[in-house]
DNA sequence: TATTTATTTGCAACAATGTTGCAAATAAAT
DNA sequence: ATTTATTTGCAACATTGTTGCAAATAAATA
């Protein structure tokens, strides 16, 4: 059984990605959180801490090219970021699972078991991607 | 039948906004377009015509506290936004349906006859609204 | 392990986007 | 036509995101 800064490490090493502070305090963060973090977050929770706001969005920027997080649409301004399941890779993201926003807490979950339904669209249509962004109240906050 | 115009300030004046030239000119771009549009859309086509940015901002707040438009959720810092159907009101929104977005043309639609399909979600969560966004390639552009 | 090479970081500077208060302008009500 | 309420434009500011480049750090090699 690895520790948590092992498993990082080969997250980061299988990705082709150096082992770097930043870039292990981030997924640690990740890995720490319950729900989608944004980039606002990690300047808050990284405060003091001498992280630079570019570094920053460099390193989610990475994560997202390698498959490591994806992203989570939303209707106001702010980027959602969550990691990706083992399963996916920079080639093949499989994160065909709905995303639910919670009103009360405003967390943002992946429901890794909940599939998304097939949508029959109008002729001359044809998907690639499908989003689902449920929002409501959590099981946590009800 | 009534003009474009006449139909703007039936608009404005059911949902107690005061006519105005900007709210009318961006009523009148959204109904010319086909498609989604985002804040910087009304900089570029209104440019050249006294329109203040910070108006347009307000407009368009104005028009999704009134239930006049609706936004669509976007995995990057754009918020775009649509017209609503006629049914829509500030207390009673319907817009169940799925939002497609091209890759080709880059443009954003409402599939206002697709539904958006039940989804069964884990015990506990309790949903109020679902939002789909489906991306590939639209009829236009195949 | 020491040195070289490749990658990453922090800084500065800038661009784009969004917000607020307030006086002037305009629309609606009287 | 005048009063009242609403909206607009401006200025100033806050937040968010981007780029180039030299210094620092990690990885590869000897």
Redesign the interface.
Known sequence: MKNTKDQISDILRSSHLSVTDTRVKILELFMKSSGALEHSDFEKKLAGQAFDRVTIYRTLQAFIDKGIIH?????????QYALCRSECSAEDHHDHH?H?KC?ECGNTLC?D??DI???????????????????????HC?
């Open positions: 992203k989570i649409p939303t209707t106001d301004t702010s980027v709905v639910f009103e429901l078991d909940t339904p097939a949508i029959q669209l109008p002729k001359g249509y044809a998907a690639h991607n499908i989003e689902v962004v449920v929002s409501g109240v959590c099981k009800k």
